[in-house]
């Protein structure tokens, strides 16, 4: 939450900016200091954060400067949903390639890349489709693979609850492999 930064000057302090009228303000009585200049730096105070975020505004909107609590606000802006078992590295990583995820989304290569970040850099992850195309010099010759269209995704961890596992893999595999290809996420955890 950005709120009062104690010490944060106002860059364009506002009783700089009001009508010179105003800045030479006199009162009747002399032993009184005029009301404007004394209460104004109240508004120096409130505004100077907001200033702050706007001539800072980049490092808000890029993932490996922003702070903590703007990455779920930033993960929205690419349709990923925050784990909360994720670190902090690896929801900054996820979101930065979140980008380049979706124009892969639904390839052998991107769903392998998007449940990599998932799991970690310890995981190892496998995917395996049956789809595809292939030719043959010789007609009539039997295609490779298996004429059932799935995708088989194998990941083997050094650690951890294996059915709590599986169920966060198979929410990542559901956003970025095909609606319509049937999907089995196989998580083996090695001791």
Same mark, same amino acid.
């Given at each position: 939450?950005?709120?009062?930064?104690?010490?944060?000057?106002?860059?364009?302090?506002?009783?700089?900016?009001?009508?010179?009228?105003?800045? %030479?303000?006199?009162?009747?009585?002399?032993?009184?200091?005029?009301?404007?200049?004394?209460?104004?730096? @109240?508004?120096? +105070?409130? *505004?100077?954060?907001?200033?702050?975020?706007?001539?800072?505004?980049?490092?808000?909107?890029?993932?490996?400067?922003?702070?903590? +609590?703007?990455?779920?606000?930033?993960?929205?802006?690419?349709?990923? $949903?925050?784990? %909360? @078992?994720?670190?902090?590295?690896?929801?900054?990583?996820?979101? $930065?390639?979140?980008?380049?995820?979706?124009?892969?989304?639904?390839?052998?290569?991107? *769903?392998?890349?998007?449940?990599?970040?998932?799991?970690?850099?310890?995981?190892?992850?496998?995917?395996? %489709?049956?789809?595809?195309?292939?030719?043959?010099?010789?007609?009539?010759?039997?295609?490779?693979?298996? @004429? +059932?269209?799935?995708?088989?995704?194998?990941?083997?961890?050094? +650690?951890?609850?294996? $059915?709590?596992?599986?169920?966060?893999?198979?929410?990542?595999?559901? $956003?970025?492999?095909?609606?319509?290809?049937?999907?089995?996420?196989?998580?083996?955890?090695?001791?």
């Amino acid at each position: 939450m950005r709120g009062l930064v104690p010490g944060l000057p106002n860059p364009v302090p506002l009783l700089t900016r009001l009508p010179a009228i105003l800045q %030479e303000e006199e009162f009747v009585d002399p032993s009184r200091p005029p009301f404007l200049p004394r209460f104004m730096p @109240a508004f120096d +105070d409130a *505004i100077a954060p907001v200033y702050s975020v706007l001539d800072n505004l980049e490092a808000y909107v890029r993932p490996e400067y922003a702070p903590s +609590d703007f990455l779920e606000w930033l993960a929205g802006w690419v349709n990923v $949903a925050v784990d %909360e @078992a994720w670190t902090e590295e690896q929801r900054r990583r996820i979101v $930065a390639d979140a980008a380049s995820l979706h124009r892969r989304a639904g390839t052998a290569g991107g *769903i392998r890349d998007a449940l990599q970040l998932a799991a970690g850099p310890a995981p190892t992850v496998e995917v395996e %489709e049956t789809g595809g195309s292939s030719w043959s010099s010789t007609p009539g010759a039997s295609l490779p693979g298996s @004429a +059932d269209v799935a995708v088989v995704i194998t990941i083997t961890v050094p +650690d951890g609850d294996q $059915a709590e596992l599986t169920r966060r893999f198979e929410r990542v595999a559901a $956003a970025v492999v095909p609606a319509h290809v049937p999907t089995r996420v196989e998580v083996s955890v090695t001791t």
